[in-house]
Structures are given as structure tokens and as C-alpha cells.
């Protein structure tokens, strides 16, 4: 079974850059893709962005606007997301997941237990 454990995540100041770690515990964890996504206090989760095992990337457009990106590193079994000029409404509790597909949330199987960012001055 496939483990995942994020981190990453603290209390920033708005206006910096962040970079979150998902790293999986399976060799196979190649064969799978990986999206994060997000839940802000009082709202639902939402998907960010996804990476499949191919290299292929699926963004969200209702999230993104240029600051977050997602990249693989194969070799150490570890999924980044890197977000930029983070505002206080980034504050959220963000997860990583793995599923066979980006297609959504409901693909995703194996998900790991979250870290919070919490932007505030």
C-alpha cells in the first residue's frame, strides 16, 4: 500500500514562497499520479494541481494564476509544490494524493495526512 507523508508547511508571511514535499513510501510510486489540493477553513477541498506518472500536468484554472507549480522527482519518490506570492487566503491544510489518472478527486486512492499553511502577518 502506498503511503504518503507531506511537508513543507508553516505559518509564512504574505508575499513569500513556499515549497511542500510529498513523498511516497512505495517504489511503485512511479506508476501513479499525484495531485494536491487544498481545504481552507469553511470550504471544500479543492484539486490545485496534478502530475501524472507520464509527466503530464493538469492545473486547475480556478486556483493557479501562474503561482503554483508541481514537479516530480523521480529518484526520491517525492512530488514539490512550489507556491509563490502566497496571500491569506492560501491558508489551508494541503494534501497530497495518489491515484491511476489526474481526472479528479474521486480517482485518487492513497492520501496523505495533510500540512497547514497558514499565511498571516
Known amino acids: 500500500q502506498l503511503q504518503l507523508v507531506e511537508s513543507g508547511g508553516g505559518l509564512v508571511q504574505p508575499g513569500e514562497s513556499l515549497r511542500l514535499s510529498c513523498a511516497a513510501s512505495?517504489?511503485?510510486?512511479?506508476?501513479?499520479?499525484i495531485g494536491w489540493f487544498r481545504q481552507s477553513p469553511g470550504k471544500e477541498r479543492e484539486r490545485i494541481s496534478c502530475i501524472g506518472h507520464a509527466g503530464d500536468v493538469t492545473n486547475s484554472p480556478d486556483v493557479l494564476k501562474g503561482r503554483f507549480t508541481i514537479s516530480r522527482l523521480w529518484k526520491e519518490n517525492t512530488v514539490y509544490l512550489r507556491i509563490f506570492n502566497l496571500k491569506p487566503e492560501d491558508t489551508a491544510v494541503y494534501y497530497c494524493a495518489a491515484g491511476a489518472t489526474c481526472d479528479g478527486e474521486r480517482d485518487m486512492n492513497y492520501w496523505g495526512k495533510g500540512t497547514l499553511v497558514t499565511v498571516s502577518s
Open positions: 512505495a517504489s511503485s510510486f512511479e506508476g501513479y499520479a
